[in-house]
């Protein structure tokens, strides 16, 4: 192959690798969601976080314990759909609180950009400045949270709250 042919070749495979890899992207996050968001609209939005959601096996106990949980309980879930480790471990709470569909539990998730500016109101109203952080909240009051990385598996560190709160 002359030296001409061999610059043409490497030229449109980087012409397709570029290309594929945007394609790739754009269908994997297509907005960055901001403000107060359905489930749905996250799962709509990125094809790896219903993946995820679909394939992550939350702990039976824990799964018991939240679905026989009683009380009226608010969980605030502030994730960035640009955000890695908001893709990494909110799909499991979302997974165990799908699965527990437990009426008393009520789950908001808040779509933040990637400076942490907005939405405003909620970041201040939390002083949220990691993502993702899960806030538990009883009667207004927080009693808790999970913030960036768990320690433990998402849906035990939610348990872990609760049970605390329910001593108090």
């Not at 359905?38 to 219903?50: A, P, V, Y």
């Not at 437990?102 to 993502?131: A, C, H, M, S």
Request: charged fraction near 25%; charge should be negative.
């Amino acid at each position: 192959m002359n030296s001409a042919r061999v610059s043409f070749f490497i030229f449109l495979l980087i012409g397709f690798s570029v290309l594929w890899s945007e394609e790739a992207m754009s269908q994997d996050v297509q907005d960055n969601l901001i403000g107060e968001v359905t489930l749905d609209q996250i799962i709509e939005n990125s094809r790896i976080f219903k993946v995820y959601v679909d394939r992550y096996e939350p702990d039976p106990r824990d799964i018991e314990y939240l679905s026989s949980l009683n009380g009226d309980y608010s969980i605030v879930v502030f994730f960035g759909s640009w955000c890695r480790e908001s893709t990494k471990y909110t799909p499991g709470l979302v997974k165990t609180l799908n699965l527990v569909n437990n009426d008393q539990i009520e789950v908001t998730y808040v779509g933040v950009d990637e400076q942490k500016k907005f939405p405003n109101e909620f970041l201040k109203l939390f002083d949220i400045k990691y993502i993702p952080t899960v806030v538990v909240l009883k009667d207004g009051n927080e009693y808790g949270r999970i913030v960036e990385r768990p320690q433990l598996p998402i849906e035990t560190e939610l348990v872990q709250i609760l049970k605390r709160l329910q001593e108090n």
